[in-house]
């Protein structure tokens, strides 16, 4: 089943701050987190572990709540170089010993001067 | 340079036609999943394999097909093409086994494909 990310889209001017989410409605075993530039392809930004931890990339980081189900990432002080769709993918176990890590519709971050 | 190597990158083809997408994953990879990108639905999980056996199955249509081969190499196979499988295909690959979890991916540079 697909996470639902929000917001759809955001707009920041550099050194601004902004938040995105990613549910979902079943347990999950990972929460990942991927940016894809324009026309390239998705890059593995972290990857979040059941157990509540956070992680961090240079000045992104990013927490998972196991229990909500629910994963955000955070952008700090936003730099032109972050513009770009950010996707959540989250993995399940399938009860079959195998997992599939299945990403939301992204969210497109557009950061201006 | 991702280490995944897809071909073709731009593909132009016809209404009815069949197409074949190949890539090749990262030296020592062993799991290879195809992902199809449109403008609405994101990445959108087609099928995965792990040294040549499937191992999950996404939202595929029967009439595209999936092999990963001895070389670990991987072909994704779309026949009887209709207008809306115009996407971008992503191949990507892990280095853990499908069963552990965590499955850190790295994508190809994607194959668009146009179906006119």
């Known amino acids: 089943q697909q996470p639902v990310q929000s917001p759809q889209a955001v707009i920041l001017r550099e050194g601004e701050d902004a938040v995105i989410n990613c549910s979902s409605s079943?347990?999950?075993?990972?929460v990942h987190w991927y940016r894809q530039k324009h026309g390239e392809a998705p890059v593995f930004l972290m990857i979040?572990?059941?157990?509540?931890e956070q992680k961090g990339h240079e000045k992104i980081s990013a927490s998972f709540n196991e229990k909500k189900q629910q994963s955000s990432l955070y952008l700090t002080a936003s730099q032109l170089s972050y513009s770009g769709t950010y996707f959540c993918?989250?993995?399940?176990?399938?009860?079959?010993?195998?997992?599939?890590?299945?990403f939301g519709k992204g969210t497109k971050l557009s950061v201006i001067p | 340079d991702s280490g995944v190597t897809q071909t073709p990158k731009h593909l132009i083809t016809a209404t009815g036609q069949r197409v074949t997408l190949r890539c090749s994953p990262r030296?020592?990879?062993?799991?290879v999943y195809w992902y199809q990108q449109s403008l609405d639905q994101g990445l959108q999980f087609l099928i995965q394999y792990y040294n040549g056996e499937e191992r999950a199955k996404g939202n595929i249509l029967e009439r595209f097909s999936a092999q990963q081969f001895p070389d670990l190499h991987s072909e994704l196979n779309l026949s009887s093409l209709e207008l809306g499988d115009s996407a971008l295909y992503f191949c990507?690959?892990?280095?853990?086994?499908?069963?552990?979890?965590?499955?850190?991916?790295?994508f190809g540079a994607g194959s668009r494909l146009t179906v006119l």
């Open positions: 993918g989250t993995e399940r176990g399938s009860g079959a010993g195998s997992y599939q890590l299945t």
């Open positions: 979040l572990l059941k157990g509540g």
């Open positions: 990507a690959s892990s280095s853990r086994p499908y069963i552990s979890g965590a499955n850190v991916l790295t």
């Open positions: 030296s020592g990879d062993l799991s």
């Open positions: 079943k347990a999950l075993y990972s």
